[in-house]
């Protein structure tokens, strides 16, 4: 008979051994931060579904909508800046970069053309740095001014940085399942305040090539303080050769109800990504040892704000300012602070002056008081603004006005600016009279940033 005391030795043995055999089967799925070889980005994002517009009265306007994006860019990997959201960081080569839009009312009869736009990068080569932050990657140019468009062109679902977020921390084995933190799933669907959120992820299968991961989840908020809820499905593939993920699937259904800078919707994005090492491409020569160790660890404060440009005229705003909506005659700003509509600016083109000439002070004043109407209940006070510098020669005009809308105290800044070529824009800032102090005079800072420039070196 076998004794009892070397029986449970052996059986702890093999145990032991199980556990080896178990462990060795663990893997790591790793990109190390470290990791600052340039690769090769392919992505191509398809959206369809229906916008809400506010039509007054409670009633919306339902819009089908049709995207279709494709990217390339070369990215590389840079050191992080902090814990969480913030080690994630690169800097980016957009070789590429365009969204085909079709917009159509969802009640138009049949066969009615669609209204269609195509958005793209300019062929200049930008630098664009792409930074981690809990609410998505903060992209921004470090060597141009981004336009609002520009912008909104490069923020896409499934961004390869984001995506980083969902490699496990540990070694996981086949069949085995892990959750990421918090911040990475507000950061990969991109909400400003999360209230809940999940992702489950899952090692399906996994050779000595390659291992495939799937993944699905969803996130409650508010994105610029409109309710916000988003699903997410899909999966990935990392290539064990070369330590990186090289394949992603991803569907995002979003639901969004209208705010006040964005429309509502409710719509479904289907994004492919590829990855692969980007070695030989010349291109990859501006990103360098020295082109990375040039982008800051924080992005200057010039480097954060957009560009508008139109009409011959150009200037600077802070991403607070949301460009809502543009004509031939007007382009409308918002701007939010904490999810909240804080004021709102008209900026329009007014018929150009005699050269060296403006419109008068008094023909202003009286405009402002035809437009305004009953809501007008006194001018409070009118001045000619400083110019920035001796070489600045526009003419500033400055008019604060006190009225009333729809029971509601206001106060408008109205503002005529002119180039000595004659050429003349007024911007109209809508405050709540309640708000003003937190508001803080921000009209200034916008007016003395604009610049008059002749047609031949508008951006293209």
């Not at 604009?450 to 293209?460: C, G, T, V, Y």
């Amino acid at each position: 008979m076998l004794n009892r005391r070397w029986l449970g030795c052996l059986c702890l043995s093999l145990l032991i051994g199980d556990l080896s055999l178990f462990a060795a089967d663990k893997i790591e799925l790793v990109e190390p931060e470290t990791d600052a070889r340039i690769k090769l980005v392919r992505s191509h994002v398809k959206v369809s579904g229906q916008l809400k517009t506010a039509a007054g009265g409670g009633k919306t306007i339902p819009l089908k909508l049709n995207a279709d994006a494709q990217y390339r860019f070369f990215e590389r990997r840079l050191s992080g800046t902090g814990r969480d959201a913030e080690t994630l960081r690169s800097v980016r080569l957009y070789r590429f970069a365009s969204n085909d839009t079709e917009v159509a009312p969802a009640d138009a009869p049949a066969g009615t053309a669609p209204k269609k736009s195509t958005l793209k990068l300019p062929e200049t080569r930008h630098l664009i740095v792409a930074q981690g932050r809990r609410e998505g990657a903060f992209l921004y140019s470090s060597t141009a001014t981004l336009t609002y468009d520009q912008l909104d062109l490069l923020r896409t679902p499934g961004d390869s940085l984001p995506l980083l977020s969902l490699l496990p921390r540990e070694e996981v084995a086949v069949g085995e399942s892990w959750k990421p933190e918090s911040w990475a799933v507000q950061m990969l669907c991109g909400i400003e305040a999360m209230t809940k959120g999940e992702i489950n992820c899952k090692l399906e299968e996994a050779d000595a090539a390659s291992a495939r991961v799937t993944f699905t989840g969803s996130a409650d908020g508010a994105t610029l303080g409109a309710t916000t809820t988003v699903q997410l499905a899909g999966e990935f593939t990392f290539d064990r050769a070369t330590k990186m993920i090289s394949r992603a699937r991803i569907t995002q259904t979003e639901g969004r109800s209208i705010g006040a800078v964005m429309p509502g919707m409710e719509v479904t994005a289907n994004v492919t990504l590829e990855r692969s090492l980007a070695d030989g491409a010349s291109e990859t020569n501006l990103l360098n040892d020295k082109a990375a160790a040039d982008v800051p660890l924080e992005p200057a404060a010039e480097m954060q704000f957009l560009r508008f440009e139109s009409w011959g005229l150009r200037f600077y705003h802070d991403r607070n300012w949301y460009q809502f909506h543009q004509t031939s005659d007007v382009a409308v700003f918002r701007l939010m602070e904490q999810g909240s509509l804080l004021a709102q600016a008209n900026v329009s083109p007014i018929p150009a002056a005699a050269t060296g000439s403006h419109t008068s002070e008094e023909q202003f004043q009286s405009d402002i008081r035809k437009n305004l109407g009953k809501r007008l209940k006194g001018i409070k006070k009118t001045e000619q603004l400083q110019p920035r510098n001796a070489n600045d020669r526009r003419f500033l005009f400055r008019v604060t006005v006190e009225g009333e809308a729809d029971g509601i105290p206001m106060t408008w800044f109205y503002h005529l600016s002119a180039a000595p070529t004659g050429q003349q824009v007024s911007f109209v800032f809508a405050v709540e009279t309640k708000n003003l102090e937190k508001f803080n005079n921000r009209d200034l800072g916008l007016v003395r940033l604009l610049e008059f420039i002749p047609a031949r070196q508008a951006a293209k």
